[in-house]
């Protein structure tokens, strides 16, 4: 874990910090995984749920249970995927973000594994490393990575909305946020 301090809640409004909390507290506990293992299993997780709606509940449910779920093998086929993945246009609505993660998770997947043997060896790679495909990368365990989206995405004066997007964007902020 990185160590960051709770963070306060205001008492004038919304405070993204009792989400921010509140993940710190669920995955506190759970036992350390691969990067990319983690990522495989949360996959297999999006798959056997992606008929269900994203709602709070079942966001925190997939994020806790991808540390010890099984992950699959890895598909050769996602080492094509060489660039982040945009957010649609239409912010996910017409399939609630869905496609956008599960982009993010095939080209996060793809990194790691090209970073294997190289990169991911660095000593140095919590200051940032660049991948083969020139993106950059701060946290490399699922702890890290998703504290820092968590911080990168609720430290600001917005509700929460509960789509599957929101798991795409809280890996790909956790990517690049220091």
Not at 23 to 45: G, N, T
Not at 66 to 84: H, I, K, N, V
Not at 95 to 109: K, L, N, P, S, W
Not at 141 to 149: F, K, Q, R, T, V
Request: charged share 30%; with cysteine; proline share 4%.
């Amino acid at each position: 874990m990185s160590g960051y301090e709770s963070v306060e809640f205001r008492d004038d409004g919304y405070d993204g910090g009792r989400e921010y909390n509140r993940l710190r507290e669920e995955i506190r506990e759970l036992p350390a995984r691969d990067l990319e293992q983690y990522l495989l299993a949360l996959w297999r997780l999006i798959d056997e749920r992606h008929a269900s709606s994203m709602d709070e509940a079942l966001f925190f449910e997939l994020l806790c249970q991808a540390f010890t779920a099984d992950a699959p093998e890895f598909d050769e086929r996602w080492l094509a995927s060489t660039q982040p993945p945009r957010q649609p246009a239409d912010g996910g609505l017409a399939d609630e973000g869905r496609a956008y993660t599960r982009e993010v998770i095939r080209f996060q997947t793809a990194e790691l594994h090209r970073m294997r043997g190289k990169q991911l060896d660095d000593e140095m790679r919590y200051f940032g490393v660049w991948s083969e495909t020139g993106h950059r990368w701060y946290n490399f365990e699922p702890h890290s990575l998703l504290e820092c989206g968590a911080a990168g995405l609720w430290d600001e004066d917005e509700p929460v909305t509960w789509t599957w997007g929101l798991v795409g964007e809280i890996l790909e902020t956790g990517r690049i946020y220091e």
